[in-house]
């Protein structure tokens, strides 16, 4: 049966392995209710070190309009310059001014490297998003 509990929208970044935790996630998410909405930061070096870089293409595909998904690479160039690079303080702020509305995000959860998730954490600016840390073993 699906939810009737309030639609949220989900701020989920991730670094290499950190998209693990992620998966189950979105996939749960998109598939317990109809409202839901996710936005994922995702940081590679390059598109072939993308771990579900397919099972991530077919959830976007699938769920075109609760599934934005956006791949950061740093060691491969990319058209768009905000999709060059590290996900870090800056590229957070860039992110927000363009691909999701700060407003509209009900809970945010990083998972990644050490150094990436006190980049992003520390130096937020304050709101009201909740950052949950899920650090890998």
Known sequence: SKSTAPAKHTLLIAAGSGITP???MI???LTSN?????????GNQTRQSIIFREELEDLKNKYVSRLSL???LS??????PIMNGRIDEQKCKEFAQGI???ATLTEAFICGPEAMILEVKIK???SIIAFSLLSLP
């Not at 109809?34 to 995702?42: C, K, P, S, V």
């Not at 060691?75 to 768009?80: G, H, I, N, T």
């Open 22 to 24: 992620m998966m189950s």
């Open 27 to 29: 996939k749960t998410g």
């Open 34 to 42: 109809d409202q839901d909405r996710f936005t994922l930061l995702y």
């Open 70 to 72: 956006n791949h950061v």
């Open 75 to 80: 060691r491969e160039a990319v058209d768009l």
């Open 100 to 102: 999701f509305d700060v």
């Open 124 to 126: 937020k600016s304050p």
